[in-house]
């Protein structure tokens, strides 16, 4: 029994083609030589029955007929038929699985040439903004006297002071103790004053100013900080090769920010109680002279009451000096409301929580890579048996 020479032909040619098969491994399973192959598949020879059944035998997949050679199609009319594709997944399971196995172990040993990180965390709370609390009956006697008192209008951006260029450089020329017992700046632990095997020349000094410029944006990408702005919870992270200099950065971070809020809160109550001083040694000095005058005007004009024009004189001088002594006293008890201030300089941030060496990796991590690997691994096995199906 024959077939048609120059379909078959043109099959086997397409299906040793579409497979990767090298003619000379065809031949010798089909037990012909390679040039009664080529014969065959340029449709010159044709191919007995027993020779085709060879060819099915050792290529089970290979189809002879139409009817043979239909497949159900994964995508008709833009339609995925998923029992198909299921069906053709199960099919190659093995494939899929020694390929994913594949996979997870590689990327779960390429984890192991990533430096490996430490994060620590340190979480502040604000302080209440009444910064005159305990003062209270001392604000109540200010009130009435229709005075109100000093109050700390200063907003500070905490994330914005964290992430500040005079934070960052404090913490780079600062050195820090390791966990082997030895101290090294963030420069060294980085190696950025090492020269770079690239650079033209290895003679020319390094300069100092580009390697802290350099440094300080490289540790901006090694801190997070974070604000809850419904409660007001802040939180500052750290991520170094060292778990010490990671929770030991944190807290210094943290005492910083704590600092520079009161020193300027501090800058600012001496800048008002500055302004004040003067003021009222002005206005003492113009109530001063305005009594004096009202004084030597009363000693000349005993009868001031009986003359319209003295009268009204002494009207003015007598208004000037309420006036003077109205701001004078005004200016006394702004003066005490800023030494109070001044001496009480309430914290405006707490330590809730202080950063502590973490025991364990931050990254890589390797329970992250051995599952992307797998499923990259599915993915790409997955798609490769879709395409050659």
């Known amino acids: 029994m024959e077939t048609d020479t120059s379909k078959i032909g043109q099959k086997i040619k397409r299906y040793r083609l579409i497979n990767d098969i090298r003619q000379e491994d065809m031949a010798e399973k089909m037990g012909v030589s390679r040039a009664t192959l080529i014969n065959y598949e340029k449709g010159h020879t044709a191919i007995n029955i027993d020779v085709l059944n060879t060819l099915k035998k050792n290529y089970p997949d290979f189809k002879s007929v139409e009817g043979e050679n239909t497949k159900p199609r994964i995508l008709i009319d833009n339609t995925i038929d998923f029992k198909v594709l299921f069906n053709v997944l199960i099919e190659k399971k093995f494939y899929i699985f020694l390929t994913s196995i594949f996979f997870i172990v590689l990327g779960t040993s390429s984890s192991f040439l ?30 009435n006297f229709g005075m109100n008192s000093t109050k700390n209008d200063q907003n500070f951006n905490i994330p914005d002071v964290v992430k500040s260029r005079l934070i960052a450089t404090k913490v780079v020329k600062e050195k820090w103790l390791r966990e082997n017992g030895q101290y090294i700046n963030l420069i060294d632990l980085w190696k950025l004053n090492e020269k770079n ?26 801190i997070n900080v974070s604000e809850d702005r419904i409660s007001g919870l802040i939180k500052i992270s750290t991520t170094f090769q060292d778990p010490l200099i990671s929770s030991n950065i944190a807290n210094f971070i943290g005492s910083q920010v704590e600092l520079y809020i009161q020193r300027e809160n501090s800058a600012q109550s001496k800048k008002e109680k500055k302004f004040i001083s003067e003021r009222l040694f002005i206005v003492k000095s113009e109530l001063e002279k305005a009594e004096v005058n009202l004084k030597i005007f009363k000693e000349r004009n005993r009868g001031y009451d009986e003359s319209p024009e003295l009268f009204m004189i002494f009207s003015q001088l007598n208004r000037e000096v309420e006036v003077k002594k109205e701001v004078y006293l005004t200016l006394q ?24 060496p973490p025991t364990r990796k931050s990254s890589p991590n390797r329970i992250a890579f051995l599952v992307l690997s797998g499923i990259f691994g ?11 199906y």
Do not use: C
């Open 114 to 143: 990533f430096t490996k990180y430490y994060k620590a965390e340190i979480s502040l709370y604000p302080a209440k903004k009444d910064l005159m609390q305990g003062f209270g009956q001392f604000q109540s006697l200010a009130a």
């Open 197 to 222: 095997w690239l650079a033209l020349s290895n003679d020319s000094p390094l300069d100092s100013t580009l390697i802290i410029e350099k440094a300080v944006k490289k540790f901006s990408s090694h």
């Open 333 to 356: 008890q702004q003066l005490e409301l800023a030494r109070i201030e001044e001496v009480k300089q309430s914290p405006i941030l707490h330590v809730l929580d202080y950063a502590v």
């Open 378 to 388: 599915f993915l790409l096995s997955s798609i490769k048996t879709i395409f050659k």
